[in-house]
T-cell receptor, first 113, second 115 residues
């Protein structure tokens, strides 16, 4: 069965420090991995995706994510956090034989000044 | 418009009432998805359209849920005889291409509260 785990309900980081939001997945076949961000009263916004190729993918707002096949992980990272990065972050996965996105429960990221 | 538009943004329904939720996808997008997001959880897949064809409705929780996209653009999600457990945010997303590699663009959602 396909699944996504975001082990941390909340991550607290001081402004200017690096941040990591963790995601692990289970899927049949090749994984297609996505990160989305949700701000209050706004829709889900696409940040970045891994399809194939380089394990480090870069996305919007200075975010990047590292695909690790052996650990079945796709952690979201940013070298220097901003207060405006505070939001709810979702990891999602698709297998190569379907189109349903399977979502994690989300991680609330709080950046403190 | 430039993005996916959903209406209404908020809907309060009395238990047993029928509701209809509308989604206007990005113009020209072939794929359209509906998801249900309960409070504090990630979205859960409901149904998928490719143009006007409903290719997957496996996520619809009961036969009270019905979705259509008759002309391959606007879609409507209908819930008959609403129950309290139907209270959630209903998200619509569209994608320009078919295939699992393409990201979907989401609307702001419709928050349904059944009282």
């Amino acid at each position: 069965a396909q699944s996504v785990a975001q082990p941390e309900d909340q991550v607290n980081v001081a402004e200017g420090n690096p941040l990591t939001v963790k995601c692990t997945y289970s899927v049949s076949g090749n994984p297609y991995l996505f990160w989305y961000v949700q701000y209050p009263n706004r829709g889900l916004q696409f940040l970045l995706k891994y399809i194939t190729g380089d394990n480090l993918v870069k996305g919007s707002y200075g975010f990047e994510a590292e695909f690790n096949k052996s650990q079945t992980s796709f952690h979201l990272k940013k070298p220097s956090a901003l207060v405006s990065d505070s939001a709810l972050y979702f990891c999602a996965v698709r297998g190569d034989s379907n189109y349903q996105l399977i979502w994690g429960a989300g991680t609330k990221l709080i950046i403190k000044p | 418009g430039a993005g996916v538009s959903q209406s209404p943004r908020y809907k309060v329904a009395k238990r047993g009432q029928d509701v209809a939720l509308r989604c206007d996808p990005i113009s020209g997008h072939v794929s359209l998805f509906w998801y249900q997001q309960a409070l504090g959880q990630g979205p859960e897949f409901l149904t998928y359209f490719q143009n006007e064809a409903q290719l997957d409705k496996s996520g619809l929780p009961s036969d009270r849920f019905f979705a259509e996209r008759p002309e391959g653009s606007v879609s409507t999600l209908k819930i008959q005889r609403t129950q309290q457990e139907d209270s959630a945010v209903y998200l619509c997303a569209s994608s320009s291409l078919q295939g699992p590699a393409n990201e979907a663009f989401f609307g702001q959602g419709t928050r349904l509260t059944v009282v």
